[in-house]
């Protein structure tokens, strides 16, 4: 038995009044029997036995009577030990995207979030996580209000980062017991997600009705003289489709439209037409009912790119104006005698082409260029003056050449996980022809980031790690006498690469939720800022201001997919495009039934309603304060009844 008010009890002691009371009561008195009365004796002895009887059943009633009233305002109960202890119930409410789906019940947000409102208990105090919220001690009016105003995001947190933070939250409150309930559609999330799984929890699936999507899963273009054609990629999760109607706008205007069929379990690429124009706000938008509908619009933005302008200093070579062409680059090839330093800050790359030596004044104008954020490829000479490039690498890093080795090398390994050769390869390269040198130096660096390498895994080209702007350096020439390289087909993807990460156009699109990084053609005053808005939003991204452009971060902002432009003093430079994130549309869903055989810590449930029943058990009190209260007033209905017919 437990109290809820055990400092009652310290009232017992008042059983000791009554006692007294009956005490003072019964004093016996010395009587001396006459000869003439001596044989009523046995008759008055009779007479105060009984009276003596019925003082000690009024006693004992209203001792009975005093400690009920006692046990009664004390509130005693029966319950798990548990119960005593303050109790909170966190839940994690997945409001991605891919709960708009329609259940069978409706949409599957909406429904759970009706199902809690009805079913959580309304005293216990509650921990509400969300894909992009976190609001810790709520009562349930607060969680009730939340609830009912969730929207949907587009951001995913992984599982793991989910249960660290519950983990977290739980060990902080020691004193506490925590309930956690999870709740999600569990989108193309894995069993290996809950293996380390320590605190016990309920999961909820939210199931959908249907199990047929087709989304938009990318766009890309080709050029012509006179117009661009449009690819755009369809993929179908389920059974085929005839006659699916698609339509391309401009912005709200109709641009083109047809309709296509499309294989079960299949991707299909859709060609439209688009007459050449300054800019082109594009929105892909597909006719089906399905499981998502999100996915059934996509954005993308179309303008004509910023030339990037690219300067070689050192050796005269043809194989770079093959690469750095005049429809996408402006590109310019000073020898090292007849250096134009004027020519440097406009640049967005240098490549210093196999110099002899870096002289001071170079290497100090190239230090200007790359604190600007400024590009800069160095590529050795065979008789390189090492001191002079070490004094130059030693500028931005601890980077030195050491010595020149005279083998012959083959160039083996591409480190494809290097954002550089993100979406250069469609598969690993195998039966690769390898390139060969002559001779390499050797590169001591602790700041540097392999990007391929030769036979020995020694550094052909490596990336020094810098502050700002961005440095590349080859450790051996790459002229036709000293290698093969230039014949390799890994000499164009590297070098157009040098080129185009050297400035970050805008793409034809974005992904809501990743890091994107955007570089806009401009020069901004100290105090000036770039927003970033919509007809409905406006916020400042992070951005970095360079000599001649300014580079913009997007993560958190936008939420929303749908066109955006971005503003100088309300004055718009340039429009970007933002769409859900592939992920969202996949109809891969975790098989929760698996949960319980491989982790004895989680409890899988069919419905909202049943977990909060469960835990509403659990917790139940049994309070014996109402049988205290009735031994109270039988006592009391005794000691009336002794009182009046017990006549001794």
């Known amino acids: 038995m437990q109290f809820k008010n055990p400092e009652i009890l310290y009232f017992l002691w008042l059983l000791i009044i009554p006692i007294l009371v009956h005490l003072f009561q019964l004093q016996k008195f010395v009587k001396v029997p006459f000869t003439n009365v001596a044989f009523l004796q046995k008759?008055?002895?009779?007479?105060?036995?009984?009276?003596?009887?019925?003082?000690?059943?009024?006693?004992?009633?209203?001792?009975?009577?005093?400690?009920?009233?006692?046990?009664?305002?004390s509130q005693p109960f029966f319950s798990d030990d548990k119960s005593t202890k303050n109790e909170k119930i966190i839940v994690y409410l997945d409001n991605s995207l891919s709960t708009q789906?329609?259940?069978?019940?409706?949409?599957?947000?909406?429904?759970a979030a009706k199902e809690i409102i009805e079913n959580a208990p309304q005293s216990n105090t509650y921990s509400l996580l969300t894909n992009d919220e976190f609001y810790d001690d709520i009562s349930f009016s607060e969680l009730k209000k939340l609830v009912l105003e969730l929207n949907y995001s587009s951001k995913k947190p992984s599982l793991n980062s989910i249960l660290l933070k519950i983990d977290a939250l739980s060990k902080k409150q020691t004193k506490t017991l925590n309930e956690t309930i999870l709740i999600s559609d569990f989108q193309n999330i894995y069993n290996n997600e809950f293996t380390n799984v320590t605190p016990p929890f309920s999961v909820i699936k939210l199931t959908e009705s249907q199990k047929n999507n087709i989304s938009i899963d990318s766009v890309f273009t080709s050029n012509s003289m006179d117009e661009t054609t449009l690819h755009v990629v369809v993929k179908n999760q389920g059974s085929s489709k005839q006659n699916v109607p698609i339509a391309l706008y401009n912005e709200k205007e109709l641009s083109s439209k047809q309709s296509f069929s499309i294989e079960e379990n299949s991707t299909k690429t859709i060609l439209f037409s688009i007459q050449k124009k300054e800019a082109f706000n594009g929105k892909i938008s597909i006719s089906s009912s399905d499981t998502f509908s999100f996915d059934n619009t996509f954005y993308f933005h179309l303008k004509t790119a910023k030339k990037i302008n690219v300067l070689a200093i050192g050796n005269e070579v043809d194989f770079l104006s093959k690469i750095y062409t005049e429809d996408e680059f402006n590109f310019t090839q000073n020898l090292s005698e007849n250096i134009?330093?004027?020519?440097?800050?406009?640049?967005?790359?240098?490549?210093?082409?196999?110099?002899?030596?870096?002289?001071?004044?170079?290497?100090?104008?190239?230090?200007?260029?790359?604190?600007?954020?400024?590009?800069?490829?160095?590529?050795?000479?065979?008789?390189?003056?090492?001191?002079?490039?070490?004094?130059f690498l030693q500028k931005f890093s601890s980077s030195t050449f050491s010595n020149k080795n005279i083998d012959s090398l083959k160039i083996t390994n591409i480190i494809e996980s290097h954002p550089f050769f993100k979406n250069v390869f469609s598969k690993k390269v195998e039966n690769f022809q390898y390139p060969t040198v002559n001779h390499f130096y050797e590169i001591n660096s602790k700041n540097d980031t392999?990007?391929?390498?030769?036979?020995?895994?020694?550094?052909?080209?490596?990336?020094?790690?810098i502050p700002s702007g961005a440095l590349y350096v080859f450790t051996s020439a790459i002229n036709k006498k000293n290698s093969s390289f230039q014949n390799s087909p890994l000499i164009v993807p590297i070098f157009y690469n040098f080129g185009k990460f050297s400035f970050l156009q805008s793409q034809l699109y974005y992904f809501l939720d990743d890091e994107n990084k955007i570089d806009v053609d401009i020069q901004l005053q100290k105090d000036e800022i770039l927003e970033i808005s919509n007809t409905t939003t406006t916020f400042i991204p992070i951005q970095q201001t360079f000599q001649n452009?300014?580079?913009?971060?997007?993560?958190?902002?936008?939420?929303?997919?749908?066109?955006?432009n971005i503003n100088k003093k309300g004055e718009i430079i340039e429009t970007i495009a933002f769409n859900t994130p592939k992920e969202e549309s996949l109809l891969q869903f975790l098989d929760v039934a698996q949960l319980e055989k491989t982790n004895p810590n989680i409890t899988v449930s069919d419905a909202v309603s049943t977990v909060f029943k469960n835990i509403k058990k659990k917790n139940e009190v049994q309070s014996l304060w109402k049988w205290f209260l009735a031994l109270a007033i039988v006592s009391l209905f005794l000691e009336i009844l002794i009182l009046k017919f017990y006549k001794p």
């Open 101 to 111: 789906a329609k259940g069978e019940k409706g949409f599957l947000l909406q429904v």
């Open 549 to 564: 452009k300014v580079t913009l971060t997007t993560k958190e902002n936008p939420s929303e997919a749908g066109f955006y």
């Open 340 to 391: 134009n330093y004027n020519l440097i800050p406009k640049q967005e790359i240098l490549i210093l082409f196999e110099l002899e030596k870096i002289s001071e004044i170079l290497s100090k104008s190239v230090q200007d260029f790359i604190s600007k954020s400024g590009s800069v490829v160095v590529i050795p000479n065979p008789n390189s003056d090492i001191n002079s490039y070490n004094q």
């Open 43 to 73: 008759i008055i002895q009779d007479s105060r036995k009984s009276s003596r009887l019925k003082k000690w059943l009024i006693l004992a009633t209203r001792m009975l009577l005093l400690s009920a009233i006692l046990f009664a305002f």
């Open 450 to 465: 392999k990007m391929v390498t030769f036979e020995n895994n020694s550094s052909f080209l490596s990336q020094i790690n």
